[in-house]
């Protein structure tokens, strides 16, 4: 409770002395560093709400109706393809005109660019969930009667919890990550930089304040770190219940609860506030998700004809955009722009899996030297690609290698920890007897690796490039484009193109043609090669019991 009272002391005194959202710039004082921090997490908080919540109602339903299904599935696919910038002008016309460029408009474009990070992989592991749900469990909850809300409490939501831990811890990671584009919001000369420790660090970076820098990646890597040991791992644990298996096995309690469970004062809170509260809400949660289901085709016609006046909306703009003037050289120049950043994406998943498969080999037989490789590939994860730019920076000075260098080591610290996670996974689950049977053929050293090794994780690995693919086209904005210590660097690339269509000359034109020409490239290449690679590489190398 003191602490409470301590951390609502120290939010009230702090906030009077916050610049306001449209300052040139924020205060770099260290005292005003927890408030930052506070009001990042309650940011990213809002934004998780809202990302499990539609994530829950849009999965549920892709799951469910063959119509939606086909509506979802490649609106989804189509919009996480799209980078974090180009859901600014969404924030800009619709967020902040609504509110009249008020705080509150400016927090919800915030809040909203947070999810636009957080929400994909949530919708996709809960569609995975139900569509994999065994027919057995399907037809007990058909004779049980289960139906609205109760199908949600005793059905939906406990098929659906492992892999929303997973892609939880995911989305949060994601979230740190993109937390400094969301908290400085520009489209030429409006700017908005909101109080936070993602707007801190950027602000740092720009500066070349290495003391502010330091101080802002201690507090984002502690909360990071403190997350994972009282948030996360707890979940991560808990969820191991929910999994449907027949092993019988006792579900592990997490370290950290049974730390607590010797106190009195949480038993008691527990009882009394916690527990009731927590059916309040998932009662709550059931009826609520439960409207889409009720409403059935209604809904699904509804989501469908909203998406396509949308787009028709879009289209005229696009029309308009583009009717008024000529194209410029920017946009002419957009094609080999975009060949470059193809280039150094594809170096980006190149380096990714050069430095995974060796690490997974040396630690997955090892299950404390796995456990704390994921703990420390999770805190690096949610550090963001330009805090380590001055590192890069010296290694420049010092190794003297160019820009180009330079966006690619940017690029690998969007692509590695997807397909790092990955091989790590799909390592931890080769068999026993596999192992086994491997030691008695002398297989050892290299014909491990080329006999067993990598056949048996081939499919984690194309799913970590995958994502790592969509992860590396996130951050060639943030890679070949870097302000610091007052000094632009930058390459030729899509990156550079629409980050300075979006920062510097508020051009749409170059602003839309740029992100049209990235998700095109970057559908198609799904479509024509990681698809067809996927679907051969799960045939092929599935390890059927």
Not at 292 to 298: A, D, Y
Request: charged content about 15%; proline content about 5%.
């Amino acid at each position: 409770m003191a602490i409470v009272v301590g951390l609502v002391i120290v939010v009230a005194v702090g906030s009077a002395q916050l610049r306001r959202f449209n300052a040139p710039e924020l205060d770099p004082s260290p005292l005003l560093l927890p408030i930052y921090l506070l009001r990042s997490l309650a940011r990213l908080s809002v934004a998780y709400a809202f990302a499990v919540l539609l994530a829950l109602a849009t999965g549920h339903l892709a799951a469910r109706s063959r119509f939606a299904r086909r509506l979802i599935l490649p609106t989804l696919d189509v919009l996480q393809s799209v980078p974090i910038l180009g859901f600014f002008p969404a924030a800009v016309s619709v967020f902040i005109g609504l509110f009249g460029g008020s705080a509150l408009g400016v927090e919800a474009a915030a809040i909203f660019l947070i999810f636009t990070s957080m929400f994909w992989n949530l919708a996709f592991g809960v569609y995975e969930s139900l569509i994999t749900l065994p027919d057995d469990v399907k037809l007990a909850a058909q004779q049980f009667g289960l139906r609205g809300p109760l199908r949600w409490t005793r059905l939906i939501l406990p098929a659906v919890v492992p892999s929303l831990a997973y892609n939880s811890i995911l989305s949060w990671a994601n979230g740190w990550y993109f937390l400094l584009a969301s908290e400085i919001i520009a489209a030429g000369p409006a700017r908005y930089t909101l109080p936070g420790l993602g707007s801190y660090l950027g602000e740092a970076i720009s500066a070349g304040r290495t003391d502010q820098l330091l101080r802002g990646l201690v507090a984002l890597v502690g909360t990071v770190i403190a997350m994972h040991l009282l948030v996360w791992s707890p979940v991560e644990t808990w969820a191991e219940r929910y999994h449907m298996d027949e092993s019988g096995d006792r579900p592990r309690t997490p370290r950290i609860a049974r730390l607590l469970a010797r106190s009195r004062i949480v038993r008691g809170l527990g009882r009394a506030v916690v527990f009731p509260a927590a059916q309040q809400l998932l009662g709550l949660a059931g009826r609520l998700l439960a409207l889409p289901g009720r409403l059935g085709p209604v809904f699904a016609v509804s989501i469908g004809l909203g998406v396509v006046g949308l787009a028709a909306r879009a289209l005229k703009k696009v029309v308009q955009l583009f009717g008024d003037r000529p194209l410029s050289s920017e946009t002419l120049a957009i094609p080999l722009s975009l060949l470059l950043s193809l280039l150094r994406v594809s170096a980006g998943v190149a380096l990714a899996v050069a430095l995974a498969l060796p690490l997974a080999y040396l630690t997955f037989r090892r299950a404390r030297v796995r456990q704390a490789a994921l703990s420390v590939l999770e805190v690096l994860g949610a550090i963001p690609a330009t805090a380590f730019f001055p590192l890069i920076l010296l290694a420049m000075v010092r190794f003297d290698f160019g820009m180009n260098v330079a966006s690619i080591l940017l690029v690998l610290t969007g692509t590695f920890f997807y397909v790092m996670f990955n091989v790590l996974s799909g390592a931890a689950s080769i068999p026993k007897e596999m192992n086994e049977a491997a030691a008695v053929l002398g297989l050892r050293g290299a014909r491990y690796v080329s006999r067993v090794f990598v056949p048996a994780i081939l499919p984690s690995l194309v799913t970590g490039c995958v994502t790592a693919w969509g992860g590396g086209w996130n951050a060639i904005i943030f890679s070949e484009y870097v302000v610091a210590g007052e000094k632009t660097y930058a390459v030729r690339g899509i990156g550079a193109t629409l980050d300075r269509a979006t920062w510097v000359s508020g051009d749409s034109q170059v602003m839309v043609a740029s992100l049209a020409a990235m998700v095109l490239l970057v559908v198609l290449l799904n479509r024509l090669f990681w698809d067809p690679l996927y679907q051969h590489v799960a045939a092929r190398y599935k390890m059927d019991v």
